[in-house]
């Protein structure tokens, strides 16, 4: 069974569209996270999400809203796609419960925006 | 804010050779963490270091958190072909859940 699971793993759009990516842990986790992973590589952090309540908020456009159902979902929206957001975005989760608070991350998305 | 650094950002060794990253971060850190990216993978989790200098050691990578809790390394003996992939380390700041990633070094092997 996949810890950490997204939909879609490869999204190609054309520019001023409006797209979602899906995330669902299965370990139990309070905490799920959105991360941009650049053509450089570079991680970085978008979002968080404890426990369906937004703790972590980068300086993200206003276009990219997360959504968490419940603590097992955090789903990201993007509205009106730029060239700049072709990127592969991360889902990760953790526990604070006790552990390392290593995250777990999804597969990834792979956005390219044409 | 806190930005964390890492050097080399590629390095190509020969197969068998030794490999270090390091990570060094703006602000003093509750604990770090170092991953490991596969070519088209997904980061996965290594190893955690809390302490002031302390050292792990995970077969042949060896792991170093500084004194000052600022920076931190990764070394790889003898290194092999499985060892291929981008190498992070992700800081944290006391009281804060966020986890920052540094910029990565890629690992190239020369069989």
């Known amino acids: 069974d996949t810890a950490v699971s997204q939909t879609p793993k490869y999204l190609v759009t054309q520019m001023g569209n409006d797209k979602s990516i899906k995330c669902e842990q299965n370990l139990g986790h309070d905490t799920m996270y959105w991360y941009k992973q650049d053509s450089k590589k570079f991680l970085k952090i978008m979002f968080s999400y404890n426990n369906k309540e937004l703790i972590i908020n980068e300086t993200v456009p206003n276009r990219f809203s997360p959504k968490s159902p419940d603590k097992a979902h955090l789903n990201l929206h993007i509205n009106s796609l730029e060239l700049g957001d072709s990127a592969v975005y991360f889902c990760?989760?953790?526990?604070?419960?006790?552990?390392?608070?290593?995250?777990?991350f999804g597969e990834g998305s792979r956005l390219t925006v044409l | 804010g806190q930005q964390v650094m890492q050097i080399p950002q590629y390095q190509h060794v020969q197969e068998g050779e030794d490999f270090t990253t390091y990570c060094n971060s703006s602000?003093?850190?509750?604990?770090i963490q170092w991953y490991k990216q596969r070519p088209g993978g997904h980061p996965v989790f290594l190893i955690q270091?809390?302490?002031?200098?302390e050292v792990k050691k995970q077969k042949r990578l060896t792991f170093q958190f500084g004194e000052a809790k600022k920076n931190s390394s990764l070394h790889i003996t003898a290194t092999q072909t499985t060892d291929v992939g981008t190498y992070f380390c992700a800081g944290r700041n006391f009281g804060n859940e966020k986890l920052t990633f540094g910029t990565g070094t890629r690992l190239t092997i020369i069989p």
């Open positions: 270091l809390v302490k002031s200098g």
């Open positions: 602000t003093t850190l509750s604990n």
């Open positions: 990760a989760s953790s526990t604070r419960q006790g552990g390392t608070g290593e995250l777990f």
